[in-house]
């Protein structure tokens, strides 16, 4: 998956067609971004919250979310560093 973003460009610069917009080129990757363009489509979509603070992401787990959360790198590819947390 590390060639989307070089693809998306490639495209863009030589105007293939068929191409896919440039625009969204970034939700191809990371998958915050990925789960807030499907939210702003009126998709159903999974609570989320993005951070490099862990005290930030409690208060989310505690406050907004609550246990068990889904924690995952944002431009991972597959299942690739995908923790399950129950606590």
């Given amino acids: 998956e590390v060639g989307v973003l070089l693809t998306d460009l490639i495209n863009h610069k030589l105007q293939l067609p068929f191409a896919n917009s440039i625009k969204l080129s970034s939700a191809r990757r990371n998958k915050f971004i990925m789960q807030e363009v499907i939210k702003n489509c009126g998709i159903a979509s999974i609570p989320q919250c993005s951070s490099n603070n862990l005290e930030n992401i ?9 246990y068990p959360v889904v924690v995952k790198p944002i431009s991972s590819s597959d299942a690739e560093g995908v923790k399950f947390c129950i606590s």
């Fill in 58 to 66: 409690i208060h989310w787990i505690n406050n907004i979310c609550n």
